[in-house]
């Protein structure tokens, strides 16, 4: 199956500060990217679709000034969250959508101390 | 999209064949039946999916009732590594652009020696 990275696998940081998460599709060309949130002993929840060149649509009770998403390119988007608090500790995971599948990365375990 | 339910939760022995049932009832004539699953503190990984026909790949197998209203995912044999949240969705659309996956809860399926 294709591959998608996620880039850090693991970050820890400061309340009030941003951090940046990258996805990428390794071997395919994505044009929509989905970002999920999973709390611990929970299921994945839509955050926001992106799709290359145009702005994200964010599900319901999703902050889009909070969580910045940057689709640029066919293979890369990047989730910001910025101003971090603690509540939004949590596991970010993204997927690319090729053909009639959507390929998932790893995950990025964001830790807001 | 259809709602499914699935089991919180199965157990199997190591080298028998995990069936993991999902019901359906509702789902709509241009509705895909996919199965992914998450090993913890992982991405989900796609695993099959179908239409109206039996499915078979190199990780399992998916059978779906004639009236559609269910199915049941197969592993054929069942390794310790097959320990993992399984999700049954039902989404519409050809292209994986049309339509994210709305997980649910799924079924914790545990391989025991």
């Known amino acids: 199956g294709a591959v998608v990275s996620q880039h850090p696998s693991r970050v820890i940081c400061k309340s009030g500060t941003s951090v940046k998460i990258e996805c990428r599709s390794l071997?395919?060309?994505?044009?929509?990217m989905f970002w999920y949130r999973q709390f611990p002993k929970k299921s994945l929840m839509l955050m926001a679709t992106?799709?290359?060149?145009?702005?994200?649509?964010?599900e319901q009770g999703v902050e889009k000034d909070k969580f910045l998403i940057n689709h640029a390119s066919l293979t890369l988007s990047t989730l910001t969250v910025t101003s971090a608090h603690p509540e939004d500790s949590s596991f970010y995971i993204c997927?690319?959508?090729?053909?009639?599948?959507?390929?998932f990365g790893p995950g990025t375990r964001l830790t807001v101390t | 999209d259809a709602k499914t339910t699935q089991p919180p939760s199965m157990d199997c022995a190591e080298g028998r064949a995990a069936n993991l049932p999902c019901n359906h009832s509702?789902?709509?004539?241009?509705?895909?039946v996919y199965w992914y699953r998450q090993i913890h503190s992982q991405g989900p990984q796609y695993i099959i999916h179908?239409?109206?026909n039996n499915e078979t790949n190199e990780m399992a197998s998916l059978i779906i009732t004639e009236d559609r209203k269910s199915s049941t995912l197969i592993l054929p044999h069942a390794t310790l590594r097959d320990t993992a949240v399984y999700y049954c969705?039902?989404?519409?659309?050809?292209?994986?652009?049309?339509?994210?996956?709305?997980f649910g809860k799924g079924t914790k399926l545990s391989v025991k020696p």
């Open positions: 997927s690319g959508a090729w053909g009639r599948e959507q390929y």
């Open positions: 071997d395919f060309q994505a044009t929509t």
């Open positions: 992106s799709n290359e060149g145009s702005k994200a649509t964010y």
């Open positions: 509702t789902i709509s004539g241009n509705e895909y």
């Open positions: 179908g239409l109206k």
């Open positions: 969705i039902v989404r519409v659309g050809m292209g994986g652009s049309q339509g994210n996956l709305i």
